[in-house]
C-alpha cells in the first residue's frame, strides 16, 4: 500500500473560519478536511484503524487537517458546537493512541440532529463509519447536510404520526462512502467502543426522490404507461417528489415498532429467512400507503364538504396521493430490478407487490403496455398490507418457524417458488425437527426468481438504475 500524500502546508495554521453554513461546502476549510479524509481514507483498513506505522505521521498530518477544517467550519454550525468539539477531541485521542480501531462515542452522542428539525438547517457530520448500501468499512466519512423538514410534515409528527427519531436529510457535498447507493445516515454504523441507546435515525429523502424521479420516467415509456397527471408532475419537480418521500419514510419508519408484532420488530438483528425481512419491509411501505389513503380520503371529504382546510392540511392532502404513486413506482420499478439475486428482501418486496396487483386485475400488461385501474388500486394495495398483518396477528400465537413456513406460504400463494426449492417442495423431517438454523440455510440464494416480465424489464432498466449511483436532487 503506497502512502497518500496531501500537500501539508494547507494545515499549517488553522484556515479561515465559516461562519455562513449555506456557503460551507465551497469553502477553503471543507475543501481541506474533504481532501484530508479522502486521503486517510487509504490508509485505513476494514476496521477503521491505521495498523502500519508508516503511515503514522502522515496520518497525523492528515488528521490534525480534519480537526482544523471542523474547527473553521464550527462556527457555521453553532447549534452542534457540543459535537464538532467532541469530534476533534475523538480524532485527537485516535492519533494519540496510536491509530487504533476508532472510538467515536462520545461525539456520536454529542450529535443530536433529531433536535434540530428546521427546514434548511445544516449539519457538519464527520465520522469512521461503514454506509449501508456504500462502504462496508468503517472508513472516514465528512458530509455536509441538510434538513427538509416542511411545516406539513412538522404537522403530521405532532398529530398521529410522532417519531422523536425521524430525521429527513438532503445531501449537500459528502465523501466516496457516499458516492454509492447509500441513502441513509444511521448511528449504529459508525465505530464506537459500546452500543449506546440511539435517538436518531436518517434518510436522505433528496436521494430517494431522485432515483425514484430517473427510474420511474424510463420505467413509464419502456412500459408504455401513461401516469397519471399528478405522478406525472412529481418526474419534473424534485422538491416535491422530496416532499413525498418525507410523508412516505416518516410513517414507514416508526411502523417498524407498532402494530401487532410476533418478533422484535427491529429484525436486521437476527438471522431468518431472507423473505422474512421482505414482508417486514414491505409491510411497513404499505402501511404507509395505507394511512396516505386514509388521509387523503378524511380530508378529501371534509373540502368536498366546503370545509376551509389549513395550510398544512391542504399539503397533507396534496402530498398523500403523491406517497401512493411513490410506493407503487418505487416498488415495482425500482425495487424489483435493483441488486443482486442474492437474498435480495427488498427485490422481493418489489415482485410481490406487482403480481398482487396483477393477479387482482387492478395492473394489466397487455400487448406490451403496462395500465392501472387507479380507482380499485388503493384497496388492492390496502388488502396486501391487511395480509400481511393478518399474517403477524396469528403468528404471535405461532412458534418462530411456524411463522416462518407461514409467511412463506403467503409469499408462496402470490409467487413461484424456484423449481429447486426445498421450501416448496417441502422441508425434511431433519430440518423441521431441527434448529431454525436449519430452516434458513435451506432457502435459496434466489427463492423466488423474477418473473419473465421483470426479466425483461431488467435488461432494460439496468443502465438507469446504474446511472443512480451517487446520485443526488441536483443531477436532473
Same mark, same amino acid.
Given at each position: ?13 488553522? +484556515?479561515?473560519?465559516?461562519?455562513? &453554513? !449555506? ?12 481532501? &484530508?479524509?479522502? !486521503? ?11 495498523? %502500519? ?7 497525523? %498530518? ?17 447549534? $452542534? ?21 476508532? %472510538? ?19 449539519? /457538519? ?32 409528527? !405532532? ?57 420511474? #420516467? ?9 401516469? +397519471? ?24 419508519? #416508526? ?6 408484532? +410476533? ?18 419491509? @414491505? ?46 413506482? $418505487? ?54 398490507? %391487511? ?17 416462518? /413456513? !407461514? ?16 421450501? &416448496?417442495?417441502? @422441508?425434511?423431517?431433519?430440518? @423441521? ?10 432457502? /435459496? ?12 424489464? $431488467? ?18
Amino acid at each position: 500500500m503506497s502512502t497518500p500524500t496531501l500537500h501539508t502546508q494547507a494545515i499549517v495554521g488553522e +484556515p479561515e473560519v465559516v461562519e455562513d &453554513a !449555506a456557503i460551507a461546502e465551497q469553502s477553503a476549510a471543507w475543501a481541506q478536511l474533504k481532501d &484530508a479524509a479522502v !486521503a486517510l481514507r487509504d490508509m485505513q483498513i476494514k476496521d477503521g484503524s491505521i495498523p %502500519d506505522a508508516a503511515h503514522h505521521a502522515a496520518a497525523r %498530518d492528515l488528521v490534525a487537517a480534519i480537526t482544523a477544517g471542523i474547527r473553521a467550519l464550527a462556527p457555521a454550525f453553532p447549534h $452542534d458546537a457540543e459535537y464538532l468539539a467532541a469530534s476533534v477531541a475523538d480524532f485527537d485521542r485516535w492519533v494519540a493512541e496510536g491509530f487504533g480501531v476508532p %472510538d467515536f462515542l462520545d461525539s456520536l452522542m454529542a450529535f443530536q440532529p433529531q433536535q434540530h428539525r428546521v427546514d434548511g438547517i445544516r449539519h /457538519l457530520v464527520v465520522f469512521p463509519m461503514y454506509t449501508q448500501n456504500g462502504s462496508s468499512d468503517r472508513l472516514v466519512e465528512a458530509l455536509i447536510v441538510e434538513t427538509i423538514w416542511p411545516e406539513f410534515i412538522a404537522a403530521l409528527e !405532532a398529530g398521529d404520526y410522532g417519531n422523536k427519531l425521524f430525521v429527513s436529510l438532503r445531501l449537500v457535498d459528502f465523501t466516496p462512502g457516499y458516492d454509492t447507493n447509500s441513502a441513509v445516515l444511521f448511528p449504529e454504523t459508525v465505530a464506537m467502543r459500546e452500543i449506546p441507546t440511539f435517538t436518531w435515525g436518517a434518510i436522505f429523502q433528496d436521494r430517494e426522490a431522485a432515483r425514484y424521479r430517473r427510474v420511474t #420516467r424510463a420505467a413509464a415509456e419502456i412500459t408504455k404507461l401513461d401516469l +397519471p397527471e399528478r405522478a406525472a408532475a412529481m418526474l419534473d419537480d424534485q422538491p416535491l417528489t422530496e416532499r413525498a418521500f418525507v410523508m412516505w419514510d416518516i410513517i414507514h419508519d #416508526r411502523t417498524h415498532m407498532r402494530g401487532d408484532l +410476533p418478533f422484535d420488530p427491529f429484525m436486521i438483528k437476527q438471522r431468518m429467512p431472507f423473505f422474512l425481512y421482505s414482508l417486514e419491509e @414491505l409491510r411497513c411501505d404499505l402501511t404507509a400507503f395505507r394511512e396516505s389513503v386514509k388521509i387523503e380520503r378524511a380530508l378529501g371529504a371534509r373540502s368536498e364538504a366546503g370545509e376551509d382546510l389549513t395550510a398544512s392540511e391542504q399539503e397533507m392532502l396534496e402530498h398523500a396521493g403523491l406517497v401512493q404513486y411513490a410506493v407503487i413506482f $418505487d416498488r415495482i420499478f425500482r425495487f424489483a430490478i435493483t441488486g443482486s439475486r442474492v437474498r435480495n428482501y427488498d427485490g422481493l418486496g418489489g415482485q410481490l407487490l406487482f403480481a398482487w396487483l396483477h393477479q387482482r386485475g387492478v395492473l394489466h400488461w397487455t400487448d406490451t403496455a403496462l395500465a392501472f385501474d387507479w380507482a380499485a388500486v388503493p384497496d388492492a394495495v390496502v388488502a396486501l398490507g %391487511d395480509a400481511i398483518d393478518e399474517l403477524y396477528w396469528r403468528s404471535i400465537d405461532r412458534p418462530k418457524t411456524a411463522h416462518w /413456513l !407461514a409467511a412463506y406460504d403467503l409469499v408462496r400463494s402470490v409467487l413461484t417458488p424456484h423449481p429447486a426449492s426445498n421450501w &416448496a417442495r417441502g @422441508l425434511s423431517d431433519e430440518i @423441521l425437527a431441527g434448529a431454525p438454523k436449519g430452516y434458513t440455510d435451506a432457502v /435459496l440464494d434466489d427463492e423466488f426468481p423474477l418473473s419473465m416480465f421483470f426479466e425483461a424489464l $431488467d435488461k432494460k432498466m439496468k443502465p438507469v438504475i446504474e446511472s443512480t449511483v451517487g446520485i443526488r436532487g441536483t443531477d436532473d
